[in-house]
């Protein structure tokens, strides 16, 4: 566990480090869940390639403080995101840096690189929340932004439905018995995230890293055609459509292949990385 904080709010971090370490990995989750939920599969997948991964609850989230699906704002999440990868830089100096986000974390760690100069070695969205596969009710919109000036903290339900998640009935089941896995969601933290996600869209040709984007075309939470969008307008991502895969790859049917292929992707940018050295 590591001990952090941001502006007075306790920020629930570890550390997973394998015996020979080629790079570091920053690993932001989706929203409503927390990083906890990568403990089986994808941190083992990704300390197999030598990669210290370093995970954090987001504000608002998990076991981190802050009111459930609620922050100060969206350059408070990218701030949070600059001080665990500073965290990561000391923990293993001069080594490589990647990022690794699901569904609003891959929201991030695009927009971070589009915001933020910053020396990465690449960066994995999967499923990335650009936008919402599904149109929420006008009412609940209006409501949301006439809220975001008046009362922007209060929370309502996200309208997630937790089938969409995976093809895989026990995975949906330990989503929903999970304590720390909530549907709230304040206009603060809803439309800034929909505001980014469409200006990463738009302002994809200065996407700097080599990034990995995967998106299951079954993806009934977040679009993938929007994905398919950010993907053209960059010369520097890599889009690989599941076919008919659900929200959260690394949880659905073949999620085995899903991160060999992450796996294999920074195996081969970690070679490139120490070749060029």
């Given amino acids: 566990m590591l001990d952090l904080q941001y502006k007075n709010i306790p920020i629930n971090a570890w550390y ?17 869940e927390h ?31 802050g009111k459930r699906g609620h922050c100060p704002n969206y350059s408070s999440l990218l701030e949070l995101l600059d001080n665990i990868i500073a965290k990561a830089r000391l923990l293993n100096p001069n080594k490589p840096i990647f990022l690794y986000g699901h569904s609003m974390g891959g929201n ?15 960066i994995v ?23 975001l000036k008046i009362i922007p903290s209060i929370t309502m339900s996200s309208g997630l439905n937790p089938q ?3 093809r895989i009935d026990q995975e949906v089941e330990k989503y929903i018995a999970d304590p720390l896995v909530h549907d709230r969601v ?7 995230i929909m505001e980014a996600g469409e200006w990463a869209i738009q302002n994809a040709d200065k996407l700097r890293t080599k990034t990995l984007i995967l998106h299951g075309t079954g993806d009934k939470i977040i679009d993938y055609r929007a994905t398919e969008k ?48």
Avoid at 16 to 32: E, Q
Avoid at 108 to 122: E, Q
Avoid at 186 to 192: I, Q, R
């Fill in 16 to 32: 997973a480090r394998p015996k020979i370490v080629r790079g570091s990995i920053v690993l932001v989750h989706g929203f409503g």
């Fill in 186 to 192: 304040s206009p603060m933290y809803s439309f800034p």
């Fill in 35 to 65: 990083s906890g939920r990568y403990m089986e599969g994808v941190i083992p997948r990704l300390l197999e390639e030598n990669l210290a991964v370093l995970s954090y609850d987001n504000i608002g989230h998990g076991k981190s403080g």
């Fill in 230 to 277: 950010l993907h053209n307008n960059s010369n520097s991502t890599e889009l690989h459509l599941i076919e008919g895969g659900y929200h959260e790859l690394h949880k659905d049917v073949g999620s085995k292949n899903t991160l060999d292929m992450i796996g294999i992707w920074l195996r081969n940018r970690l070679d490139l990385f120490y070749t060029l050295k």
């Fill in 164 to 166: 969409h998640i995976s």
């Fill in 125 to 147: 969205a999967t499923s990335p929340y650009l936008k919402l596969a599904f149109a929420p009710p006008k009412w609940k919109m209006i409501l949301g932004k006439l809220m």
């Fill in 108 to 122: 991030l760690v695009l927009n971070y690189d589009l915001r933020i100069k910053s020396d990465l070695a690449g």
